[in-house]
């Protein structure tokens, strides 16, 4: 409230000072005005004070017009000859100000800048309202006052105010407004050159008129065509008109006037024949000179703005086109150096004080100074924050235009931001917010401080290409940092695999590769490949495959089905290095999504993996050869009764020959029975030892077609005599197709041994009618079902998804690893298997082994 | 030497071990008939005068000590000499006190079962000559 006070307390101020100014210039217009009187007319030649009060109202808002039209009345009053009356006076003040009141309206309603004539409409209206019409209405009632009061003739009176009238507004006005508005500056800019020019083009009227017209009488071509004088006036004026605008042609025009007035009416100068029709000519004379001069002064004005107008946005436009190239491929670092350079370039060429660029960041969302410039003579300050100025960060935001002239323009929400300018003393700012793609960047803001500015529509609109220069720039360093940044993720990301990474364009050249891509080439070399950097990936690895090593021929393959599309990935291993397989390497490539298509190739190092999968294939085996020793041990009876039988049938046979032999007459025939028999029953030991000897080998899995059913004879056989000691029946149910497998028979014999074990096991409770093991085999879409179904009590529920899983047993003795080991050996033939209970009791053992001919060799 | 006219009645479910021991048994002089399984040999009814049964423990269908069962219920006092591939203790001593004569474990001596089978007919009482096992 206190500002608001004090500022209204000095507006008041100003408006009394004004008055009292206005009241004093009346006055002394007056004075003058009297002083080019033709006695004993009561109207001037020239009337100052209709011309000074005119000024007054169009400099002034038309809500104090009422002030200075009061305040001028103590200067008309006391103006006016002595001899006047009261009413008179007061007459003839009405008329006065009644001229300046129609010049003012009229002259707004023509011109929105009521106190400019710098183009030919403006002048055009302020000739037809003030110099034309308000004379020429206000002149009926002067000349009826003062025809009525002084018995001066009413035509000749309206005829001589009218005249006078025209010219006082029409040289005193421009030059009273013109002086008041632009003189201050023009005085402040003008070079010495130019002032000693105008000095001289006020002098000449002077020169003309004190020097040639003096001494004319001489002169003999003045008498023989009397109005020649007159043309020496024009020099001057179009002078004038043409180096000094309005402003220099009203001033010269008023002093021809005065000049011309004071000496016609000391009956000297070329215009002297009749004292009052001298006046009247030269009235008429410098009336249909000024009015034409002054539209002259004022085309020459408006043409000379548009050039520099012209000229001022080729400038700019200059100005533009330099900061746009130097911005399109500016590389991101150079940015802060660049906008700095161009604050200062952008702030001289605007003669601005101070220009700041903001750049918006994302986190926390606010603005962050980019570069600053303050003109060179002002003591560099930092710029303003969102926190300085709340109001028009929140503007700027919302993508809004700031532009203050004065800070008094803001709202009353922006008291912060006025209190900001305040403090450092900014008149007007222009802040435009940064735009690129439809998201704001940043912000540019111009400041001025040792003057105000008014920020033109035109001058907002090239600013603001200016600002997206800056919000692309501001935009491209943005996406160049949010690449850099995402470029040092992947290479921190590939740098820290262990892996060898390479990236392959669509011709299989490798254009990228990590470090660790480096440290496993060796691995290569020592493989048979050699690859570089920049070498063709597909190409090494199929030259590799054409000297022989099978690896790289697989690898070629399979990245070149990857490159070309027809596969989604590759993947295999293989080992390398010498000794043969003391590294393993895991090859990868998948395909690279993009329209430049390739792929990226990776190689890992799987030896460690690899040597785990081994040591436990080794474990396997072990463990499956135990299991065949212990199980062999739960077979001893029957494998002994297995021996005993051909071995009992050896010696009883050998023994009874023995016998025969000691006969008178040995039957040699039965002899020769005898030892045949000998021969079938040793080979008959011998193969149940082989058979043992092959359940017991030890080694590595050896696959090769085998007959399943003559397997399953085998081990039937193996089981046969143990069957008979658990009073189980053994029935066999085999397809008469070929059963061919690829297989380990070591294997597939435990495998069938587990079932038929465990089968026996289950029927060892059910009464000995009861106690059946059915063995069967068939062919079914190409693979081979077997089948070995018991007459036991049948799986618990639930248990026939983990009776399979290592260490599970029922029985008491168990390790559990019979069908554990079952499993193995199913899958690692490629088949399944799966338990469950038949429908009329006991439970069934179902395997599933591909065909020879469906499995791959 | 043995008696002309006693029998030995050989059972076992092993072709090669029967005519081994069918041999053998003849090559002392005993006059033999062997059977596969003890069913073949009830069904023969062939107990009539001197004789003795060398019998296999095991065999698939009625085993050896179920067929002793069955002679004993049918009071046939034929002398039975126990062979076996596995013998265990309590198959032996079950054997014996059913009046098994002999218990060898194949392979045996040949010795060993002439002399079982001598110990065995001198035993040898039937006590109804020509009776229908059935």
Redesign the interface.
């Known amino acids: 409230m206190g500002r608001g006070w004090s500022q209204q307390k000095r507006e008041r101020t100003a408006v009394v000072f004004t008055a009292v100014l206005v009241c004093v210039a009346y006055f002394v217009g007056s004075r003058v005005g009297d002083a080019l009187r033709f006695m004993p007319l009561i109207t001037s030649v020239m009337w100052p004070p209709n011309a000074i009060l005119t000024a007054t109202l169009l400099l002034a808002p038309p809500r104090r017009w009422w002030i200075y039209i009061l305040a001028v009345f103590p200067a008309h009053y006391f103006g006016q000859p002595a001899d006047r009356g009261l009413l008179l006076v007061l007459l003839l003040f009405l008329t006065n100000w009644s001229e300046a009141l129609i010049a003012a309206i009229s002259v707004r309603a023509f011109s929105g800048s009521p106190t400019r004539f710098d183009t030919l409409r403006r002048m055009a209206g302020f000739i037809a309202g003030a110099v034309v019409l308000a004379p020429f209405l206000s002149s009926f009632a002067d000349a009826a006052v003062v025809s009525l009061f002084r018995g001066e003739p009413y035509g000749m009176v309206w005829r001589v105010r009218f005249f006078s009238n025209v010219l006082t507004e029409l040289a005193l006005v421009p030059a009273i407004l013109l002086a008041i508005t632009r003189g201050p500056a023009w005085f402040r800019s003008a070079l010495p050159r130019r002032r000693l020019e105008a000095v001289a083009v006020m002098v000449a009227p002077v020169f003309v008129w004190s020097v040639i017209f003096e001494s004319m009488d001489g002169w003999h071509a003045f008498r023989a065509s009397p109005a020649l004088p007159l043309a020496f006036l024009l020099p001057s004026l179009l002078w004038s008109a043409v180096r000094f605008g309005t402003g220099g042609t009203s001033l010269s025009l008023l002093v021809t006037i005065i000049l011309a007035t004071s000496a016609t009416a000391q009956g000297r100068g070329p215009l002297t024949t009749v004292p009052g029709e001298g006046i009247l000519g030269l009235q008429i004379f410098l009336t249909l000179v000024g009015i034409p001069l002054m539209c002259l002064a004022a085309v020459i004005e408006e043409r000379g703005q548009a050039q520099e107008a012209v000229r001022e946005q080729l400038r700019f436009e200059q100005l533009l086109a330099r900061l746009s190239s130097s911005f399109v491929h500016l590389p991101g670092e150079a940015l802060q150096e660049a906008s700095e350079t161009w604050a200062g370039r952008l702030g001289e060429s605007l003669r601005l004080d101070e220009v700041a660029l903001h750049r918006l960041s994302r986190n926390p969302l606010d603005f962050v100074v980019v570069s600053a410039w303050t003109a060179p003579g002002l003591p560099p300050r930092p710029p303003c924050t969102s926190r300085d100025v709340p109001w028009i960060a929140e503007q700027l935001r919302n993508e809004r235009v700031v532009a203050i002239e004065r800070p008094e323009e803001m709202p009353a929400k922006a008291a912060r931001d006025v209190e900001t300018f305040r403090r450092k003393e900014i008149r007007s700012c222009l802040s435009l917010p940064l735009v690129s793609g439809g998201r704001l960047v940043g912000a540019l803001t111009f400041i001025t401080i040792r003057s105000e500015r008014a920020w033109s529509q035109e001058l907002v609109q090239r600013l603001e290409l200016v600002g997206e220069v800056f919000a692309n720039a501001f935009a491209q360093k943005e996406a160049q940092d949010a690449l850099r940044a995402s470029e040092v993720m992947k290479s921190a990301i590939l740098g820290s695999l262990s892996s060898g990474v390479a990236v392959l364009d669509r011709d299989g050249r490798i254009v990228a590769v990590n470090d660790s891509w480096a440290r496993l080439t060796p691995e290569w070399e020592a493989f048979g490949v050699q690859v570089e950097a920049d070498d063709n990936h597909v190409s090494a690895a199929w030259t590799a495959g054409v000297d022989g090593v099978a690896a790289a021929r697989e690898a070629t393959v399979g990245i070149a089905a990857v490159l070309n599309g027809s596969r989604d990935s590759f993947a295999f291993e293989y080992a390398a290095g010498p000794p043969a397989a003391a590294r393993w390497l895991a090859l990868s490539a998948v395909p690279l999504k993009g329209p430049e298509g390739g792929a990226v190739v990776s190689h890992t190092d799987v030896t460690e993996r690899k040597r785990a999968e081994m040591e436990a294939q080794r474990s396997r085996q072990e463990l499956a050869h135990f299991t065949r020793v212990s199980t062999m041990g739960e077979l001893t009876?029957?494998l002994?009764?297995e021996l005993?039988?051909?071995?009992?049938?050896?010696?009883?046979?050998a023994?009874?020959?023995?016998?025969?032999l000691d006969?008178t007459s040995p039957d040699l025939g039965?002899i020769r029975e005898?030892l045949s028999?000998i021969v079938?029953?040793d080979r008959?030991a011998g193969e149940v030892i082989q058979r043992l000897r092959e359940f017991l080998r030890k080694g590595d899995a050896d696959f090769s077609p085998l007959d399943m059913n003559g397997l399953l004879r085998d081990v039937v056989k193996l089981v046969a005599?143990d069957a008979?000691?658990r009073?189980v029946?053994l029935a066999l149910d085999l397809g008469p197709e070929a059963t061919a497998v690829n297989g380990d028979r070591v294997q597939l014999q435990q495998l069938i041994l587990n079932l038929l074990l465990n089968a026996m096991e289950a029927v060892a409770e059910a009464s000995p009618e009861k106690r059946v093991v059915t063995i069967r085999s068939r062919i079914e879409e190409r693979v081979v079902h077997l089948e070995v179904q018991d007459t036991g009590p049948g799986l618990q529920e639930g248990v026939a998804d983990v009776i399979f899983e290592p260490f599970y047993t029922t029985k008491a003795a168990g390790m559990g690893m019979g069908l554990s080991i079952a499993r193995s050996i199913v899958e690692a033939h490629g088949g399944k298997i799966r338990a469950a209970n038949n429908a009329a009791g006991g439970a069934s053992f179902h395997v599933v082994i591909p065909l020879v001919s469906a499995t791959r060799t | 030497m043995s008696t002309g006219e006693a029998t030995v009645f050989v059972v076992d479910d092993d072709a090669s071990v029967r005519r081994g021991l069918e041999r053998l048994l003849r090559s002392a002089g005993h006059q033999v008939a062997t059977f596969a399984s003890a069913r073949e040999f009830l069904d023969r009814n062939l107990v009539a005068g001197p004789c003795c049964l060398v019998l296999d423990v095991r065999m698939p269908g009625v085993s050896g000590l179920e067929l002793q069962e069955k002679l004993t219920a049918l009071e046939c006092d034929v002398p039975v000499i126990f062979i076996t591939g596995n013998g265990d203790i309590p198959m032996v001593v079950r054997a014996m006190k059913a009046g098994a004569v002999d218990f060898l474990a194949k392979p045996f001596d040949d010795q060993e079962l002439l002399d079982a089978v001598d110990q065995a007919l001198g035993r040898t009482r039937p006590r109804r000559s020509g009776r229908d096992l059935h």
């Open positions: 009876a029957s002994a009764h005993n039988q051909p071995l009992t049938a050896i010696l009883a046979n023994k009874a020959a023995q016998r025969f006969h039965e005898i028999d079938d029953d008959r005599s008979v000691i009073n029946t």
